[in-house]
C-alpha cells in the first residue's frame, strides 16, 4: 500500500488547507496589543515547539455545535490567543471533537501542532481509524498520533507484530501521513513505563496532578520519560471530569475511577503552575468556554510555575 492509496478516499478534505506545519523555528503566534506571549517550549526530542498550553479536545470540544455553543469558535479563539497544539481523539463523543477542530484546521493547519490517537490495536484497524480521524479533521498529515489509553493489562508484545498497531503506526511515519508517534494512559503507570522502555516513542501524554494515586506518574514514569528526552504532556491537571480538584467545580465529577477527586480543592491557576513546574513540554486543559482559555493563559503569561517546595506542599495538602 502506498500514501496516495491509503489517502484516496479523503483526497478532497484538505483542498482548501495547504501544506506544512508548526516547525521549532516557526515563529510564535502575535500576542495581543499590551499582553505577554505565551510560553513555549521544546517537545522534547523532536525539535518542535509549542504552546505550553494545549486545547483538550473534551470538555468544549466534543459537544455538537448549537445555538448555545461553537466548539469551532473555542479553537479558533485558542489559536488567535497563541495555543498552537491541539489535542484530540476519534474517541471524543464518536468523533464529534475531530469534526469540530476540522473546520478551523481546513483554514488554518500551518498554525497547529495537532495530535489525535488511535484506540485500535490491529495494523489494519488502525489504518482504518486514521484514515476516519482525517476526513473529519479535513487534513492529509498530523504531526503526532498516538496509542490511546495503554492498559493495566497492554499485551505490549502484540503491538509491533504484521498485524500489530506499531507496526501500522511506523508505516503512517515512514508515508509521512505523521512526522511523530506516541503513548498516552492514566491506568497504569508501571505499564506505561514499560511499554516506553521496550519501544521509540516521541511523546508521552499522561495524568499529572498533585494528587497522591498520581505520585507514581508524576516520580517514576515522569523521570523515565525525561531520561529518554521525550515530550511529555500532562493531562487531567485539574483532575479530569470537569476540573473536580479546582475551587468551585464538583468534587465527584462523573464519579469515574480515573478521576481525582479529593476533599481539598484549590485554584485553578495553582493547578497550572504546579503542572508546569514539572519537567513537561506542555499541559491539556479542556475548556468549555473562551472565558476558560483566557484565564488559563492569563495564568501563564503572569505567573511563574510553582518551585519544588511549592509543589511539594501542595501534593501533602491534596493527599
Same mark, same amino acid.
Given at each position: 500500500?502506498?500514501?496516495?492509496?491509503?489517502?484516496?478516499?479523503?483526497?478532497?478534505?484538505?483542498?482548501?488547507?495547504?501544506?506544512?506545519?508548526? $516547525?521549532?523555528?516557526?515563529?510564535?503566534?502575535?500576542?495581543?496589543?499590551?499582553?505577554?506571549?505565551?510560553?513555549?517550549?521544546?517537545?522534547? =526530542?523532536?525539535?518542535?515547539?509549542?504552546?505550553?498550553?494545549?486545547?483538550?479536545?473534551?470538555?468544549?470540544?466534543?459537544?455538537?455545535?448549537?445555538?448555545?455553543?461553537?466548539?469551532?469558535?473555542?479553537?479558533?479563539?485558542?489559536? *488567535?490567543?497563541?495555543?498552537?497544539?491541539? *489535542?484530540?481523539?476519534?474517541?471524543?463523543?464518536?468523533?464529534?471533537?475531530?469534526?469540530?477542530?476540522?473546520? @478551523?484546521?481546513?483554514?488554518?493547519?500551518?498554525?497547529?501542532?495537532?495530535?489525535?490517537?488511535?484506540? *485500535?490495536?490491529?495494523?489494519?484497524?488502525?489504518?482504518?481509524?486514521?484514515?476516519?480521524?482525517?476526513? %473529519?479533521?479535513?487534513? *492529509?498529515?498530523?504531526?503526532?498520533?498516538?496509542?490511546?489509553?495503554?492498559?493495566?493489562?497492554?499485551?505490549? &508484545?502484540?503491538?509491533? =507484530?504484521?498485524?500489530? @498497531?506499531?507496526?501500522?503506526?511506523?508505516?503512517?511515519?515512514?508515508?509521512?501521513?505523521?512526522?511523530?508517534?506516541? @503513548?498516552?494512559?492514566? &491506568?497504569?503507570?508501571?505499564?506505561?513505563?514499560?511499554?516506553?522502555?521496550?519501544?521509540?516513542?516521541?511523546?508521552?501524554?499522561?495524568?499529572?496532578?498533585?494528587?497522591?494515586?498520581?505520585?507514581?506518574? %508524576?516520580?517514576?514514569?515522569?523521570?523515565?520519560?525525561?531520561?529518554?528526552?521525550?515530550?511529555?504532556?500532562?493531562? =487531567?491537571?485539574?483532575?479530569?471530569?470537569?476540573?473536580?480538584?479546582?475551587?468551585?467545580?464538583?468534587?465527584?465529577? $462523573?464519579? %469515574?475511577?480515573?478521576? &481525582?477527586?479529593?476533599?481539598?480543592?484549590?485554584?485553578?491557576?495553582?493547578?497550572?503552575?504546579?503542572?508546569?513546574?514539572?519537567?513537561?513540554?506542555?499541559?491539556?486543559?479542556?475548556?468549555?468556554?473562551?472565558?476558560?482559555?483566557?484565564?488559563?493563559?492569563?495564568?501563564?503569561?503572569?505567573? =511563574?510555575? $510553582?518551585?519544588?517546595?511549592?509543589?511539594?506542599?501542595?501534593?501533602?495538602?491534596?493527599?
Amino acid at each position: 500500500m502506498q500514501r496516495r492509496e491509503f489517502l484516496k478516499t479523503v483526497s478532497g478534505a484538505w483542498a482548501v488547507g495547504a501544506p506544512g506545519a508548526v $516547525l521549532a523555528s516557526s515563529p510564535a503566534p502575535a500576542a495581543a496589543a499590551g499582553s505577554t506571549p505565551i510560553p513555549r517550549r521544546l517537545l522534547g =526530542k523532536t525539535g518542535v515547539e509549542v504552546s505550553v498550553l494545549a486545547l483538550g479536545g473534551v470538555i468544549g470540544m466534543q459537544l455538537p455545535p448549537s445555538a448555545d455553543h461553537d466548539p469551532a469558535a473555542l479553537a479558533e479563539a485558542a489559536l *488567535d490567543l497563541g495555543i498552537t497544539y491541539f *489535542d484530540t481523539a476519534p474517541s471524543y463523543n464518536k468523533g464529534q471533537s475531530e469534526t469540530n477542530y476540522g473546520g @478551523v484546521l481546513a483554514r488554518r493547519r500551518r498554525e497547529v501542532f495537532l495530535a489525535t490517537k488511535t484506540g *485500535d490495536r490491529t495494523h489494519d484497524g488502525t489504518l482504518r481509524s486514521i484514515e476516519q480521524s482525517l476526513q %473529519r479533521l479535513r487534513t *492529509d498529515r498530523l504531526d503526532l498520533i498516538q496509542i490511546h489509553g495503554v492498559a493495566a493489562n497492554e499485551d505490549l &508484545d502484540a503491538w509491533e =507484530k504484521p498485524g500489530g @498497531v506499531l507496526t501500522a503506526l511506523r508505516w503512517l511515519r515512514d508515508q509521512k501521513v505523521t512526522r511523530f508517534l506516541g @503513548v498516552t494512559g492514566h &491506568d497504569s503507570a508501571a505499564r506505561l513505563r514499560e511499554a516506553i522502555e521496550r519501544y521509540e516513542f516521541d511523546t508521552l501524554l499522561t495524568t499529572l496532578n498533585p494528587v497522591a494515586r498520581r505520585r507514581a506518574f %508524576r516520580e517514576e514514569l515522569l523521570a523515565a520519560a525525561n531520561a529518554r528526552r521525550m515530550g511529555v504532556i500532562a493531562m =487531567k491537571v485539574m483532575g479530569g471530569g470537569n476540573g473536580c480538584l479546582a475551587t468551585g467545580n464538583p468534587a465527584n465529577a $462523573l464519579l %469515574r475511577p480515573y478521576h &481525582d477527586a479529593t476533599a481539598h480543592q484549590v485554584a485553578a491557576a495553582t493547578l497550572v503552575r504546579y503542572t508546569l513546574g514539572l519537567p513537561v513540554s506542555a499541559a491539556v486543559i479542556g475548556v468549555a468556554s473562551v472565558a476558560q482559555i483566557r484565564a488559563n493563559l492569563e495564568t501563564v503569561r503572569t505567573l =511563574k510555575p $510553582l518551585a519544588l517546595a511549592e509543589r511539594r506542599a501542595l501534593e501533602i495538602s491534596m493527599g
